[in-house]
């Protein structure tokens, strides 16, 4: 389990996280939602360890994050996906998720190896192992900063805006694959996205945050009924 406590994180006189405290179980698909601006991505930049809380602390499994280099927080077991896929557009998609597995979990090349093809497997991309990265449509390489993110073998893994720029059924795909990541292989998922329809119907629960605090957190059918996130969204102006 995640646990943060009272996590604060200010930039100059800024408080773009507020005194938050929240809980993902293990096994536990939660969504981030909140206005631009409201502190999502600070959020998760201090479990990772980029940007370390001002105050309050972060465990996992009751290891204390807090404070710890990203690398440090990394080998705990916890990954990051990226809005834009971080791959190596020269290489190929089994390359790409190798490297996780070799660098992310110290696994030496064989291993890895076969590690990645099951990874690639997981996440339906099996066909294109031996495919250039920089032939992949942007679907293709979502599915496989996800499969990258798997080979490293984690316990907690946090997605960054992962669903936007697809169609529904690309959507439908990516949603399915962090359902299975989550519920399959026993991996916690703390996922921001903007597609409100997307995190509302794959997630268990959903946490709200309004300039830095969070206003609300509880199942999707609850959330959407909150009349300070409703709020939130319409003052916020544009989502
Ligand atoms: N490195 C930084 N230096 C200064 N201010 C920052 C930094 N990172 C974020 N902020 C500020 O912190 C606040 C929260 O930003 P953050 O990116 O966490 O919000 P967000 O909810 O992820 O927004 P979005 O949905 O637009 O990505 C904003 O006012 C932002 O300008």
Known sequence: MLQAEGVTKSF?????????????????????IGPNGAGKTTLFNTITGVHPPN????????????????FEIAQQGVVRTFQTARTFNESTVLENVTVGAVFGDGQDPDAAEETARECLSFVGLEDQADAEVSGLNLADRKLLELAR??????????????GSGLTPAELQTLTDTLERTCHDRGISVFWIEHIMDAIMGATDRIIVLDQGQKI????????RNDERVTEAYLGGGDE
């Open 149 to 162: 993110g798997l080979a490293t073998d984690p316990n907690f893994m946090l997605v960054d805006e992962i």
């Open 55 to 70: 105050q309050g602390t972060i465990t996992l499994d009751g290891t204390e994050l807090t404070g710890r280099k990203p």
């Open 12 to 32: 100059g006189g800024l408080v773009a996280v507020n005194d938050v405290s929240f809980s993902v179980d293990d096994e536990e698909i939660v969504g981030l």
């Open 216 to 223: 609300a957190d509880g199942p999707p059918e609850e959330v």
